[in-house]
């Protein structure tokens, strides 16, 4: 089993910055691709950023410029920088990481518990 620990979510005045965390634990050769997703209320849960294992980064439109994605290979651990918040950006963010338990596999997929992040006007 994979376990995800996030961390850095709270309540930010718009136009400031928060760092999230999520660290990766377990069972776990590589990790292939890991990303945030946010979940506003009401809402279905969309992918805000990922980064493959190759550096291969993508973002949603809304974030580009003001989101960096980043991970440690090291720590299993991906960030996600986060500036110039909107009150839009308001949500639970969860991290998700996919990869292989060991040289032949199996893969693994894992969800992180969702961070909460609040952004007043």
């Known amino acids: 089993q994979v376990q995800l620990m996030e961390s850095g979510g709270g309540l930010v005045q718009a136009g400031g910055s928060l760092r999230l965390s999520c660290a990766a634990s377990g069972s776990i050769f590589r990790i292939n691709y890991m990303a945030w997703y946010r979940q506003a209320p009401g809402k279905q849960r969309d992918m805000v950023a990922f980064v493959t294992l190759g550096g291969t980064k993508n973002y949603a439109d809304s974030v580009k410029g003001r989101f960096t994605i980043s991970r440690d290979n090291a720590e299993n651990t991906v960030y996600l920088q986060m500036a110039s918040l909107k009150p839009e950006d308001t949500g639970v963010y969860y991290c998700?990481?996919?990869?292989?338990?060991?040289?032949?596999?199996?893969?693994?997929?894992?969800w992180g518990q969702g961070t909460q992040v609040t952004v007043s006007s």
């Open positions: 998700y990481v996919a990869g292989l338990v060991s040289t032949i596999g199996p893969t693994f997929d894992s």
